[in-house]
C-alpha cells in the first residue's frame, strides 16, 4: 500500500462493506449471533494480514493460501451451513480485494465492487424477481387419500393439519403393512399465515420468586 493513507482508507472500506452485509444484509434474516462474530472478526484479521504485506503479487499468493487453508478446516467441529459459508466466503474474499489494489489507481473499481457485492447481496437475500419455495417430508397416516382421484382432498387434509399453504406435493415411500406414506410437500415461506404468539404467564410482583405452600401452610 501506498502509505498510511491508503491504508486508513482501504480498511474503513473494507470495514463498512463488511458491516452493511452483515448488520443490515444477513442479521436482520437469520439474527445468529454466532456468525455475526466470525464473519467481522474474519474480516478485520485478513484484511490487516494482507496489509502488512510489502509486495502485491506477495499479498495475492497469501490470500490464495488462507482460501486453501479455510477449505482444509471447514470448522469441521461445528459444520456451517451453505448460506452461512457463502456469506463467510463473500467476508474472507472482501479484504484480499481492498487490501491488495487500494491505490490511487484502483480506488474507483473498489468502490463500485464493493458496492456491487452490497447491491447483489441485498437483491438476493429480499428474493426480488425470484420465487424461491421450501420443502418438508411427513409421514402421513391417511392411506385412503393418497389416491390420484383424492388428491384434492389430500391437500385440504395437509393443510387443515399443518396449517401451511402447499402449492404441491410428491408422494414418496408407501407402507401398506402401516397404513402410512411419506409425502414431501412444498410450500412458499412468504405466503404461509403468521404465527400465533403465545404470551408467558404473568405473574404478581409480590410472588415472583414464591415457591409453594409446604404441607403444614395448607393445613394451617
Known amino acids: 500500500m501506498n502509505g498510511l493513507f491508503d491504508f486508513l482508507t482501504a480498511f474503513g472500506l473494507n470495514l463498512a462493506t463488511a458491516i452493511i452485509l452483515v448488520r443490515w444484509i444477513y442479521y436482520p434474516r437469520h439474527h445468529s449471533k454466532k456468525y455475526v462474530f466470525t464473519f467481522l472478526s474474519f474480516n478485520a484479521i485478513i484484511f490487516f494480514v494482507l496489509s502488512m504485506m510489502a509486495s502485491v503479487d506477495m499479498s495475492i499468493g497469501v490470500g490464495f493460501g488462507l482460501f486453501a487453508i479455510f477449505s482444509v478446516l471447514r ?4 459444520p456451517i451451513p451453505i448460506r452461512e459459508m457463502t456469506y463467510l466466503f463473500i467476508i474472507a474474499a472482501l479484504p484480499v480485494m481492498n487490501a491488495t489494489a487500494a491505490t490511487g489507481d484502483h480506488w474507483m473499481e473498489l468502490v463500485i465492487a464493493n458496492l456491487g457485492v452490497i447491491a447483489i447481496l441485498f437483491t438476493l437475500e429480499n428474493e426480488w424477481g425470484f420465487a424461491f419455495e421450501s420443502s418438508q417430508t411427513i409421514t402421513y397416516d391417511r392411506i385412503d387419500l393418497i389416491r390420484p382421484e383424492n388428491r384434492g382432498l389430500l391437500i385440504a387434509d395437509l393443510e387443515e393439519r399443518t396449517g401451511m399453504i402447499i402449492h404441491r406435493l410428491e408422494i414418496g415411500r408407501i407402507n401398506l403393512l402401516k397404513d402410512t406414506a411419506r409425502i414431501k410437500i412444498i410450500y412458499n ?3 404461509q399465515p403468521g ?3 403465545i404470551p408467558a404467564a404473568s405473574t404478581p ?4 420468586h414464591r415457591l409453594p405452600p409446604t404441607s403444614w401452610e395448607r393445613a394451617r
Open 75 to 78: 470448522y469441521r467441529t461445528n
Open 189 to 191: 415461506d412468504k405466503k
Open 195 to 197: 404465527s400465533l404468539e
Open 205 to 208: 410482583p409480590g410472588n415472583k
